[in-house]
Protein backbone atom coordinates (compact mmCIF):
# COMPACT_ATOMS: atom_id res chain seq x y z
CA UNK A 1 0.00 0.00 0.00
CA UNK A 2 1.77 3.33 -0.84
CA UNK A 3 -0.73 5.35 2.13
CA UNK A 4 -2.32 4.26 5.38
CA UNK A 5 -5.49 5.19 5.99
CA UNK A 6 -6.31 8.87 6.64
CA UNK A 7 -6.32 9.46 10.84
CA UNK A 8 -8.02 12.57 12.15
CA UNK A 9 -5.91 12.90 15.15
CA UNK A 10 -7.38 15.44 16.70
CA UNK A 11 -10.66 18.36 15.72
CA UNK A 12 -10.59 21.66 14.90
CA UNK A 13 -13.87 23.53 16.51
CA UNK A 14 -12.74 26.82 15.82
CA UNK A 15 -11.31 28.88 12.13
CA UNK A 16 -8.86 30.33 10.67
CA UNK A 17 -8.87 34.13 10.90
CA UNK A 18 -12.30 34.01 12.21
CA UNK A 19 -13.93 32.80 8.77
CA UNK A 20 -17.15 30.45 8.96
CA UNK A 21 -16.51 29.72 4.56
CA UNK A 22 -13.08 29.42 4.61
CA UNK A 23 -10.44 26.39 5.00
CA UNK A 24 -6.77 26.72 5.19
CA UNK A 25 -5.01 23.42 4.89
CA UNK A 26 -1.36 23.57 5.17
CA UNK A 27 0.95 20.60 4.04
CA UNK A 28 3.85 19.55 6.76
CA UNK A 29 6.39 16.78 6.69
CA UNK A 30 10.18 16.65 6.91
CA UNK A 31 12.27 16.68 3.04
CA UNK A 32 11.64 14.04 0.90
CA UNK A 33 7.46 13.26 2.02
CA UNK A 34 6.34 14.02 -0.93
CA UNK A 35 4.75 17.95 -0.35
CA UNK A 36 5.75 19.61 -3.64
CA UNK A 37 3.95 16.37 -5.38
CA UNK A 38 1.20 16.01 -3.27
CA UNK A 39 0.06 19.59 -3.79
CA UNK A 40 0.69 19.42 -7.15
CA UNK A 41 -1.57 16.64 -7.55
CA UNK A 42 -4.50 17.78 -5.00
CA UNK A 43 -4.07 21.50 -6.16
CA UNK A 44 -6.67 21.35 -8.87
CA UNK A 45 -9.16 20.73 -5.61
CA UNK A 46 -8.73 24.11 -4.33
CA UNK A 47 -8.76 27.72 -4.98
CA UNK A 48 -6.05 29.47 -6.03
CA UNK A 49 -4.31 31.70 -2.98
CA UNK A 50 -4.19 35.52 -3.54
CA UNK A 51 -0.92 36.93 -3.44
CA UNK A 52 0.33 39.26 -0.95
CA UNK A 53 -0.20 43.20 -0.88
CA UNK A 54 2.35 45.48 0.25
CA UNK A 55 0.36 45.82 3.36
CA UNK A 56 0.92 42.02 3.88
CA UNK A 57 4.54 42.15 3.53
CA UNK A 58 5.21 44.88 5.98
CA UNK A 59 2.91 43.19 8.28
CA UNK A 60 5.11 40.28 8.08
CA UNK A 61 8.49 42.03 8.14
CA UNK A 62 7.05 43.52 12.05
CA UNK A 63 5.89 40.26 13.45
CA UNK A 64 8.55 38.33 11.87
CA UNK A 65 10.98 40.32 14.33
CA UNK A 66 9.31 38.64 17.08
CA UNK A 67 11.17 35.74 15.67
CA UNK A 68 14.21 36.96 15.88
CA UNK A 69 15.46 35.42 18.76
CA UNK A 70 15.06 31.84 17.40
CA UNK A 71 16.23 32.27 13.87
CA UNK A 72 19.75 33.74 15.50
CA UNK A 73 20.39 29.61 15.91
CA UNK A 74 21.35 29.91 12.81
CA UNK A 75 24.43 31.89 12.43
CA UNK A 76 25.41 31.10 8.98
CA UNK A 77 22.11 31.26 7.60
CA UNK A 78 19.67 33.64 9.33
CA UNK A 79 19.17 36.61 6.71
CA UNK A 80 18.05 34.15 4.25
CA UNK A 81 15.83 32.42 6.67
CA UNK A 82 14.15 35.94 7.76
CA UNK A 83 13.74 36.60 4.68
CA UNK A 84 12.03 32.99 3.75
CA UNK A 85 10.02 33.29 6.81
CA UNK A 86 8.61 36.87 6.05
CA UNK A 87 7.22 35.82 2.27
CA UNK A 88 5.57 32.67 4.51
CA UNK A 89 4.22 35.46 6.30
CA UNK A 90 3.10 37.68 3.97
CA UNK A 91 1.74 34.96 1.93
CA UNK A 92 -0.34 33.20 4.97
CA UNK A 93 -1.62 36.87 5.84
CA UNK A 94 -3.19 37.49 2.27
CA UNK A 95 -5.06 34.31 2.61
CA UNK A 96 -6.36 34.35 5.74
CA UNK A 97 -7.60 37.75 4.97
CA UNK A 98 -10.38 35.81 3.00
CA UNK A 99 -13.80 35.04 3.46
CA UNK A 100 -14.47 32.59 1.39
CA UNK A 101 -13.07 29.32 -0.49
CA UNK A 102 -10.80 26.33 -0.44
CA UNK A 103 -6.89 26.41 0.53
CA UNK A 104 -3.87 23.83 0.31
CA UNK A 105 -0.82 25.45 1.28
CA UNK A 106 2.99 23.74 0.79
CA UNK A 107 4.89 24.53 3.48
CA UNK A 108 3.72 27.32 4.74
CA UNK A 109 4.79 29.27 7.71
CA UNK A 110 4.03 26.13 10.11
CA UNK A 111 5.80 23.27 8.41
CA UNK A 112 8.75 26.49 8.28
CA UNK A 113 8.88 26.58 12.02
CA UNK A 114 7.98 23.09 12.97
CA UNK A 115 10.82 22.14 10.70
CA UNK A 116 13.23 24.49 10.82
CA UNK A 117 13.40 25.80 13.94
CA UNK A 118 11.44 23.16 15.66
CA UNK A 119 15.02 21.40 15.32
CA UNK A 120 16.82 23.64 17.46
CA UNK A 121 14.99 24.36 20.22
CA UNK A 122 14.87 22.63 23.40
CA UNK A 123 12.45 20.28 23.76
CA UNK A 124 11.25 21.82 27.38
CA UNK A 125 10.74 25.39 25.53
CA UNK A 126 8.54 24.14 22.49
CA UNK A 127 5.14 24.36 24.62
CA UNK A 128 6.08 28.12 25.93
CA UNK A 129 7.29 29.19 22.34
CA UNK A 130 4.23 27.42 20.36
CA UNK A 131 2.31 29.78 22.55
CA UNK A 132 3.85 32.64 21.78
CA UNK A 133 3.94 31.98 18.32
CA UNK A 134 0.24 31.51 17.82
CA UNK A 135 -0.24 35.04 19.29
CA UNK A 136 1.24 36.23 16.07
CA UNK A 137 0.11 33.22 13.88
CA UNK A 138 -3.16 31.39 12.57
CA UNK A 139 -3.30 27.56 13.14
CA UNK A 140 -4.63 26.04 9.78
CA UNK A 141 -8.04 24.44 10.25
CA UNK A 142 -6.42 21.18 9.38
CA UNK A 143 -2.87 19.67 8.83
CA UNK A 144 -2.05 17.26 6.37
CA UNK A 145 1.38 15.91 7.73
CA UNK A 146 3.37 13.30 5.08
CA UNK A 147 5.71 10.45 6.40
CA UNK A 148 8.10 8.19 5.71
CA UNK A 149 11.11 5.71 6.30
CA UNK A 150 14.35 8.06 6.46
CA UNK A 151 16.17 5.39 3.72
CA UNK A 152 13.05 6.60 1.41
CA UNK A 153 13.22 10.11 2.10
CA UNK A 154 16.91 9.83 1.40
CA UNK A 155 17.02 8.25 -2.26
CA UNK A 156 14.06 11.16 -3.33
CA UNK A 157 16.09 13.75 -1.90
CA UNK A 158 19.48 12.19 -3.41
CA UNK A 159 17.53 11.92 -6.55
CA UNK A 160 16.09 15.33 -7.27
CA UNK A 161 19.71 16.87 -6.63
CA UNK A 162 18.92 19.91 -4.47
CA UNK A 163 22.35 21.46 -3.71
CA UNK A 164 21.06 22.69 -0.22
CA UNK A 165 19.94 18.93 0.21
CA UNK A 166 22.57 16.92 -0.66
CA UNK A 167 24.10 16.45 2.97
CA UNK A 168 20.67 15.54 4.28
CA UNK A 169 21.58 11.88 5.59
CA UNK A 170 19.02 8.71 6.79
CA UNK A 171 20.35 9.63 10.42
CA UNK A 172 20.05 13.33 10.22
CA UNK A 173 16.10 12.75 8.08
CA UNK A 174 15.63 10.98 11.71
CA UNK A 175 16.04 13.24 14.39
CA UNK A 176 14.32 15.92 11.55
CA UNK A 177 11.02 13.37 11.41
CA UNK A 178 11.34 13.17 15.36
CA UNK A 179 11.50 16.38 16.21
CA UNK A 180 8.74 17.55 13.72
CA UNK A 181 6.65 14.65 15.33
CA UNK A 182 7.14 15.84 18.81
CA UNK A 183 6.34 19.49 17.51
CA UNK A 184 3.27 18.63 16.57
CA UNK A 185 2.58 16.53 19.44
CA UNK A 186 2.87 19.40 21.29
CA UNK A 187 1.08 21.93 18.80
CA UNK A 188 -2.12 19.68 19.61
CA UNK A 189 -1.42 19.56 23.53
CA UNK A 190 -1.49 23.53 22.92
CA UNK A 191 -4.18 23.14 20.71
CA UNK A 192 -6.41 20.33 20.87
CA UNK A 193 -9.29 21.66 18.50
CA UNK A 194 -6.54 21.03 15.35
CA UNK A 195 -7.52 18.29 12.83
CA UNK A 196 -4.29 16.39 11.62
CA UNK A 197 -4.42 13.90 9.12
CA UNK A 198 -1.38 11.78 8.71
CA UNK A 199 0.01 9.71 5.44
CA UNK A 200 2.75 7.69 5.04
CA UNK A 201 4.77 8.61 1.83
CA UNK A 202 7.42 5.41 1.78
CA UNK A 203 8.53 3.08 -1.00
CA UNK A 204 5.65 4.31 -3.25
CA UNK A 205 5.58 8.06 -2.03
CA UNK A 206 2.66 9.65 -2.92
CA UNK A 207 0.41 9.33 -5.17
CA UNK A 208 -3.13 10.08 -7.41
CA UNK A 209 -4.86 8.04 -4.52
CA UNK A 210 -3.34 9.08 -1.70
CA UNK A 211 -3.97 13.03 -3.35
CA UNK A 212 -7.72 12.14 -3.89
CA UNK A 213 -8.04 11.89 0.06
CA UNK A 214 -8.59 15.78 0.25
CA UNK A 215 -12.06 15.16 -0.33
CA UNK A 216 -12.69 13.03 2.93
CA UNK A 217 -10.57 15.87 4.31
CA UNK A 218 -12.57 19.15 2.88
CA UNK A 219 -15.57 16.96 3.79
CA UNK A 220 -14.30 16.22 7.48
CA UNK A 221 -13.28 19.50 8.19
CA UNK A 222 -16.67 21.05 7.10
CA UNK A 223 -18.25 18.36 9.09
CA UNK A 224 -16.54 19.46 12.00
CA UNK A 225 -17.05 23.45 11.48
CA UNK A 226 -20.71 23.04 11.48
CA UNK A 227 -21.12 20.27 14.08
CA UNK A 228 -18.20 20.91 16.63
CA UNK A 229 -17.99 18.35 18.95
CA UNK A 230 -19.34 18.82 22.39
Same mark, same amino acid.
Given at each position: ???????????????????????????????????????????????????????? %?? @???????????? *??? #??? !????????????????????????????????????????????????????????????????????????????????????????? %?? @???????????? *??? #??? !?????????????????????????????????????????????
Amino acid at each position: MSFLSCTIEARRTGCVGGSMNRFVIELMGPPGSGKSHFHELAASKFDKAPKPTEKH %RR @KAIIVSLSFAPF *IVL #FPR !KRHGLIRMFQRKLAAWYALTERTTGSYLVEEGPWNFLCSSLGTRIPRWAITPVLRMWSVHLDLPDAIIYLDGDPKFLSARIEHRGRRNE %RL @KTPSDLEFSRER *IAF #FLT !KLKEAHPDTAVFNFRTDEEGVDARMASQVDNILDSTRAIRENPPG
